[in-house]
């Protein structure tokens, strides 16, 4: 069984940001799946190493086609990015140092965050981003 699974309403409309979101839910699911069959800690540093390849290049992405539209909450979406970051490689750091119970943590913690995240800052880019690309 799926923890996260893609719904129409994650969707922000630009084809390439959903794809990824739903690339990050895959390796959360992943994760998931590896920790019922208890070989989580196996798959979870390099999930990690994944994600925060994966999230850089998807923030990076995001955030261009954020200034690029003038979107007004740009800032406050580059600080949101910039702390699941850090918090990634918080997780990362103490998985180094063997702590066994970090694949439950970064589990629910990062499925909460992306659902928030998706739902509620990626949705209200939708709008400029869409008004850029009517206007290209």
């Not at 129409?8 to 895959?26: C, K, L, N, T, W």
């Not at 994600?51 to 990076?60: K, P, S």
């Not at 509620?120 to 869409?130: G, I, K, N, V, W």
Request: hydrophobic share 40%; with cysteine.
């Amino acid at each position: 069984m799926p923890l996260i699974e893609w719904i129409p309403a994650y969707s922000v409309g630009v084809s390439e940001f959903d794809h990824d979101h739903q690339q990050i839910m895959r390796m959360l699911n992943e994760l998931n799946d590896a920790m019922r069959e208890r070989r989580g800690k196996l798959v979870v540093g390099r999930i990690l190493t994944e994600l925060l390849a994966y999230t850089e290049r998807h923030f990076g992405a995001e955030e261009a086609a954020m200034k690029r539209c003038g979107y007004p909450k740009y800032q406050q979406h580059y600080t949101e990015h910039r702390s699941l970051t850090q918090r990634v490689k918080l997780f990362s750091a103490e998985f180094e140092l063997g702590d066994a119970l970090i694949s439950i943590d970064v589990l629910y913690f990062l499925r909460d965050w992306l659902e928030t995240h998706i739902l509620q800052s990626d949705r209200a880019y939708a709008e400029c981003l869409s008004t850029e690309s009517k206007q290209s």
